[in-house]
């Protein structure tokens, strides 16, 4: 697919992302590398969703056990990305920043921001994980 005089990738797996920033697998690192650097040369185009959000955090917070601080700098470091082209991105850099700002883990903070972009309440069992969200809770 074309854009822009650039070849696009439609989406991303999160896995090359992963592979990036944890270097746990050399060759994957190098090739991971390697594609965002022609990304970021404007060889090429790298689109993605906020579901890679959901997936790296995730995997980072349950896998690789690192701490919530640590995870948003590594989702922060990919949305800078000067060649992603993030779809949602806007709810995305949100949630980054209401989940530093409030301690919520990340998915609670972008169904927050996302709540609060629409003006729609958010139906939940537990109100303490929106606390300091600013978000309007609908108590089940």
């Known amino acids: 697919m074309e854009q822009g005089g650039r070849r696009a990738f439609s989406s991303l797996d999160s896995k090359v992302f992963l592979r990036f920033f944890t ?3 050399q060759g994957r690192y190098e090739q991971a590398s390697d ?21 790296i955090t995730w995997t980072l917070r349950a896998a690789y056990i690192l701490s919530k601080e640590h995870v948003l700098d590594v989702l ?7 060649s992603m082209q993030l779809t949602e991105g806007d709810l995305v850099v949100e949630a980054i920043r209401l ?8 998915a609670d903070a972008y169904i ?13 069992f537990n109100k303490k994980n929106f606390l300091g969200s600013g978000v309007i809770l609908y108590l089940l």
Do not use: C, H, M, Y
């Open 35 to 55: 594609l965002f650097k022609k990304a970021n040369d404007g060889f090429i185009a790298v689109v993605t969703g906020p579901r890679f959000s959901f997936e």
């Open 99 to 106: 989940a530093r700002s409030s301690g919520q883990e990340f």
């Open 76 to 82: 922060s470091a990919i949305v800078a990305l000067r």
């Open 23 to 25: 270097r746990d697998d």
């Open 112 to 124: 927050a921001a996302s709540g609060r972009k629409t003006n729609a309440k958010v139906a939940v």
